[in-house]
């Protein structure tokens, strides 16, 4: 247990430490960041009002392991591309 | 163990900076309908799953899934029994530490290759039955897990996930001593990822499980493909290979709407892996799993698919159909 620990701990910081010497190149353009991670899984473009697509881009951006950067272009995407004032619409895949 | 827990959470809370959350909770989730039809047996019944999503501030988000179903059997003719199965399958603190590093302390989805993480919902999967295989992934852990992606050039990502989890055994939280890892390379440009994963059980009889993965979707052609697989001594090896194929481009509407979907896959269980984790083959098996999905809305869902099995105690023919809703709904103002 101590050394599959020490190893995990050991491995997050050598990750922490390349992830505060590269940020990822900016600026990103959120279409194709959702081109090629979220359509992957979602078959369509999804059309929330805004505060539902901040909470869902960041549940996202979790489990998709996006980078902050990332959901934020994905998220600015997704509030142009509601070309209306959305109702509560319920999702696509 | 709990100290690395304790200590994260709190150094969490503490740098919390931003705290005007922007984001509303949301009540999300899918429920379904299921069928699966073979010779003498049926089963059928109803799934939901709810997720609650709960954002405290511009970096700390709470999420957890509730999973229940209904499954009622019908054998020659006699129906019953039907249990009710329910569990939580994460309930979790997300920190996003930077913009790289995101920070998850509680019960959270085992990053072990793509499925448990980002197939197995309900409204995503392409198929509903799950890969022979996946019983080896489908488990939660308790604990921290430090993951998020960086870009090595423009045109290479890494993404990556290291979890340390503590024994936990109650009627809905299942977790096991062991340590996951998962490290894949993404290129967006040729949009292929490849992935390796690692997981050591730290509890009875210490054990290894290695993993592999890889999505492929060509930009040049509206189809995906993706597989899994896994090696260990004490559970077994395996491989499940997925493709499917869309029409965006039909006349019919029906097409545009559609998906068709192939699998192949096998699994050789190990002679220890029936005492180690419920729901495996108990013999050499091989599937192969064809399958159409029509959304009826964009959020319904209908699938039928075929799957013929191979295995060690029989061959069968088994029918599957399912009709999945998938909602989501705000906890406040929306807009």
């Given at each position: 247990m101590r050394r599959g620990l020490w190893?995990?701990?050991?491995?997050?910081?050598?990750?922490?430490?390349?992830?505060?010497?590269?940020?990822?190149?900016?600026?990103?353009?959120?279409?194709?960041?959702?081109?090629?991670?979220?359509?992957?899984?979602?078959?369509?473009i999804h059309t929330f009002p805004p505060r539902m697509m901040a909470t869902a881009t960041r549940h996202m951006q979790v489990r998709a392991t996006l980078t902050r950067a990332e959901q934020k272009a994905v998220l600015q995407y997704l509030l142009e591309s509601a070309t209306k004032p959305a109702p509560v619409k319920r999702d696509a895949k | 163990m709990k100290a690395l827990a304790l200590l994260v959470t709190a150094a969490s809370l503490l740098f919390c900076a931003d705290t005007v959350p922007s984001e509303v909770p949301l009540i999300t989730g899918d429920f379904g309908f299921l069928a699966g039809l073979q010779s003498g047996h049926r089963e059928f019944g109803p799934k939901f799953e709810p997720i609650v999503l709960l954002p405290l501030s511009g970096r700390l988000l709470v999420e957890a899934?509730?999973?229940?179903?209904?499954p009622v059997e019908r054998n020659n003719g006699s129906l019953g029994p039907a249990v009710l199965n329910h569990s939580v399958e994460y309930m979790q603190l997300d920190y996003a530490a930077t913009n790289s590093i995101t920070v998850v302390a509680g019960y959270f989805a085992t990053p072990f290759g793509i499925y448990k993480e980002r197939i197995d919902p309900l409204w995503i999967r392409n198929f509903i039955d799950t890969p022979l295989l996946y019983a080896v992934n489908d488990n939660s852990s308790a604990g921290v897990m430090i993951r998020g992606g960086l870009f090595a050039t423009p045109a290479v990502k890494l993404n990556y996930a290291v979890s340390v989890s503590g024994d936990v055994e109650n009627s809905q939280f299942q977790a096991s001593k062991k340590t996951t890892e998962r490290l894949s390379v993404y290129l967006p440009g040729a949009r292929v990822e490849l992935g390796s994963s690692f997981s050591r059980n730290l509890g009875a009889g210490p054990y290894n499980t290695y993993g592999f993965d890889l999505t492929y979707r060509p930009k040049q052609a509206p189809l995906e493909i993706r597989g899994e697989g896994l090696w260990s001594g004490v559970l077994g090896n395996g491989y499940w290979m997925e493709g499917t194929y869309r029409f965006p481009s039909a006349r019919l509407g029906f097409l545009r709407r559609s998906q068709a979907v192939l699998r192949g896959e096998s699994f050789s269980p190990a002679e220890s892996a029936a005492d180690l984790v419920d729901g495996l083959p108990d013999g050499n098996s091989k599937r192969i799993s064809l399958g159409w999905n029509y959304w009826i809305k964009d959020a319904v869902r209908a699938s039928i698919a075929y799957e013929r099995l191979w295995s060690r105690a029989e061959d069968t023919n088994v029918l599957s159909l399912a009709l999945v809703y998938r909602f989501s709904l705000p906890v406040g103002r929306a807009q």
């Open positions: 190893l995990a701990v050991a491995s997050s910081l050598w990750i922490a430490a390349t992830c505060f010497a590269r940020e990822s190149p900016a600026p990103l353009d959120g279409e194709q960041v959702y081109q090629n991670n979220c359509s992957r899984c979602h078959r369509a | 899934e509730y999973s229940t179903e209904l």
